[in-house]
């Protein structure tokens, strides 16, 4: 079944303590994107990238970090979080050109 | 950037259409979605639509494209109250420095009355 997996599905964790979200889709898409979604905010872009080692900032990347090693995977890290940064957090995957397709969210919760 | 710019919320009665707007501001917008997010849960592509079409149709659903105003309207027949969500415009260039980044308007809470 074509998929892309975030874990964890939930996490509550405290200011300082660095984490790692991972990402992972089944599809063999170039594409892949991190959102955060913020009541009354919609979803905003973090970071996104077009192919294996190639990553660019998207509107909000401040504070979070990516990288691309392999086409399937795609972890969100957090070095240092602090409250501002809890979020429902979704990972997305395509071809270029076409629709995104969205993994289930991450509800990071950082006190 | 893109600015798109949707209205928060929307209410209807069981069976009425629903028609959600959605505005944009880049010209150069190649693809358009329409996404749909329930409650605790990600978000499941409804539709999309390409710059080059000016109207789309699949079963309930029509979207709507006035390229020259810069808006989209996704329309849905026989209002369900499984239709009640969350629904996403989403706006994406085909080339440039934005090539693959898609901008999303802030949602549109659709509620359906029995």
């Known amino acids: 079944e074509a998929q892309v997996t975030q874990n964890p599905r939930y996490l509550i964790t405290v200011t300082g303590k660095k984490l790692t979200v991972t990402c992972s889709q089944n599809?063999?898409?170039?594409?892949m994107s991190w959102y955060r979604q913020d009541p009354g905010l919609g979803l905003r872009q973090i970071y996104y990238?077009?192919?294996?080692?190639?990553?660019d900032k998207g509107d909000v990347p401040e504070g979070y970090k990516v990288s691309r090693k392999e086409k399937r995977n795609f972890p969100l890290i957090l070095e240092s979080p602090s409250p501002n940064q809890t979020s429902l957090y979704f990972c997305?995957?395509?071809?270029?050109?076409?629709?995104?397709?969205f993994g289930d969210g991450t509800r990071l919760s950082i006190l | 950037g893109e600015d798109v710019e949707q209205s928060l919320f929307l209410s209807v009665r069981e069976g009425d259409s629903s028609v959600i707007n959605c505005t944009y501001t880049?010209?150069?917008?190649?693809?358009l979605y329409w996404y749909k997010q329930e409650p605790g849960a990600g978000l499941q592509l409804l539709t999309y639509?390409?710059?080059?079409?000016d109207m789309k149709q699949d079963q309930r659903l029509t979207v709507l494209l006035n390229k020259k105003d810069k808006h989209l309207s996704l329309r849905i027949a026989d209002t369900q109250t499984g239709d009640s969500a969350i629904y996403f415009c989403?706006?994406?260039?085909?080339?440039?420095?934005?090539?693959?980044?898609?901008?999303f308007g802030r949602g549109t809470q659709l509620t359906v009355w029995p």
């Open positions: 997305a995957s395509s071809r270029i050109g076409e629709p995104q397709h």
């Open positions: 599809m063999n898409h170039e594409y």
């Open positions: 990238s077009m192919n294996v080692e190639v990553t």
């Open positions: 880049d010209s150069s917008s190649t693809y």
């Open positions: 639509i390409f710059s080059n079409m």
């Open positions: 989403a706006v994406g260039q085909g080339r440039g420095s934005t090539l693959g980044r898609l901008y």
